[in-house]
């Protein structure tokens, strides 16, 4: 495994072409997406509607230099600045409030691309982290342009957020290797800090709490590498000033995150079973070893959430690298602990996303910081890209070593275990695959998908492609006495990588799209006009998130939004269910506005816990007590009103309740008490009253 390429990046021409072309090629193979037009266009599915609508909406106010910081219109009213769907401190916002503001708006297809966009910087940064490692620039950019468009990315392309998060991985290992190298530590430590900032910003906690999980064990790889000259072999190394770097750009840049982040757990800690109390909410989707195996060789069989597929030809390179390694230990000690490393850290993480049915995951679940906040596990399995894309990369190399190798040494004598190995390795595969079609061992949602929205999905051709992979690397290991011309080794390898990107087209990038034309007539939404307006139109008791209409929800999503508003709704389901003569049904709809949109009431007393009486309370005060009401402002994070009474009252704000609310009245800042233990009241006198109900984050005060 000898390396061939000691260069730097041989020139910036060829580096600047190299990048343009894995930043072009996820937009490529995703042109479906793309390309709103055509017949052949999709939608993005699942929850890719809901991110859009937070788009618009923080774009429509970044475009008027305003920051959104509460959602008046889902689950009665829920923060918007720190919900991680939103990315309202990603700086790329910026360019893209610039183009709400310069196009006219923001359409259903512009965000698809600008989705795709994040694979396009997740390519550019594993090219970077890649050719970093000193290995050959065309191995790095098949195995990166493979990589980036594998199902694990693209499977996430549902998942704005998250697609942006991971975006920014790559960056960091190529932060982390050029921090070894004594002449470049102020560019790793910036591009450190940077990507360390973008990550965190772009809004998938997930991600960044897994990648904890790949960047400790690299360091300790890269330093171990380093110290036996693999990596940097003329560099001075040294490792105080290395760890000095690491911990100035990461701990600067978890400083300026911090209140984000912060602001991020202070929501969880309110946010139904995000608190981290419930195992059974932890582990309820499971991913399993039959899960990994079908990552790995049958992509039907793995769970959608969690697998890793990057085609068979890949895998078998990969596995091809760790045969020959094996085989010829003794003369390549560094890359067999190196490759033997990853293999374990490969099984250990593997091991902790199989959930309830690991120990080890129930230590982490116990002890470690977080830990137990979490769910759908097999999501982890995202760390293991990067990683893959260096074995392959790396593969690809050696492949070419041995082949080269083998016109000086025709007579070795280990060659021949080699291609046994490997013909044995292909008859496990080709059993696995056969064992799971014949038995039917698929998950549902990693086929239904495809199948229902795009009908191009056959549980049969994987194990056709395992053949065909098979066929094709064994021919060039077979026959590499008779490969003298590069061009013909080059022909093979477009090759591989065609078959290889066929396979995984069939298999990814569908798995969550609808056989539709995406929208692509840009809007223009007017939020805080909608908002206002929202005040006349009745809200709606629907399961439902974000919404672009002036019929606000009231309703509530499993597993998300205010655990008290939950505890309300709860509280009162079953009396709603057996209500027969309605009258609690209509004071329920009543007091949330579903009638007619009202949001502020009066009342002599806010202790009590039926709604009726409450609503009677209102309605007597209505008719005694409010001599007018008048909304002077609402734009969702300020309410004001003008209240004018006979006597003193409580003036009650159905909008849920928040620590970071504010309430004045004339002027004077006011307790806030809570009504049914969720919505706002305050105190007021008879007379003529302003009140101002005001969303005030500490940290964001200024605004």
Known sequence: MKKTYTGPYKKESGLLISSLIVFIWPFIYCYKYVISGSSFSLTMGNDFPVLYNYKLILLD????????LWSPSEACGYPFFSNPFVQEFYPLNIILAAAYKINGGYSYADHQIFTVLGLSIFAVGMLLWLLSLKINPVFVLTAVMIMSVSSRLTEILRFTNAIHTIAWVPFILYGMTLAADSAKKIKAGLIIFISVIMMVTAGYVYYVYYSVFLFIPYAAVLVYSVHKKFIFSEGKFSLKAYSAVIFASVTSAALVCYPYLNSIKQLMDQTDLRVGSSFEFSTLHKFTFKNSLGSLFYPPASHIDGWYYFGLAAVMIVAVMYLYVIINRSRFKNQFLLLAVILIWYIIISYITYGESSYLFRILWDYFPGFSRLRIWGRMNIIFVPVFAFLLSLAFETIYGLIREGKENKADSKYKYLLISFAFLFTVILSVQIYFYYNKVFFKDSISYAKDFSGEFDEKVFILYNAVSFFLIFLILAGRKFLKNKRILYFF????????????????????????????????????????NSLNVPREYRSGMISLSPNFSVGFVDEWYFDRYHTFLKKYEEDLNNDPEGKLTEAFNYLLGINDGRRIFCSSDVKTESIIDFVSDANKSDSLTVI????????????????????????????????????????????????????????????????????????????
């Open 493 to 532: 390898l477009v090759l591989i990588f065609t078959v290889n990107i066929l396979d995984l087209y069939a298999s990814g990038g569908r798995q969550w799209a609808l056989s539709k034309m995406p929208d692509n007539k840009r809007k223009i939404i007017r939020m805080d006009e909608l908002i206002f």
């Open 628 to 703: 007018s009401i008048k909304t002077e402002k609402y734009n969702g994070d300020e309410m004001e009103c003008v209240i004018e009474t006979r006597e003193d009252c409580y003036c009650s704000f159905i909008d849920n309740w928040d620590s970071n609310w504010e309430a004045y009245v004339n002027g004077n800042k006011v307790n806030i008490e809570k009504l049914f233990g969720t919505f706002k009241s305050v105190k007021i006198g008879k007379g003529r009253n302003t009140v101002v109900f005001r969303y005030n984050p500490a940290l964001f005060g200024s605004f």
């Open 61 to 68: 106010k970044l475009s008027n230099l305003s920051l959104p």
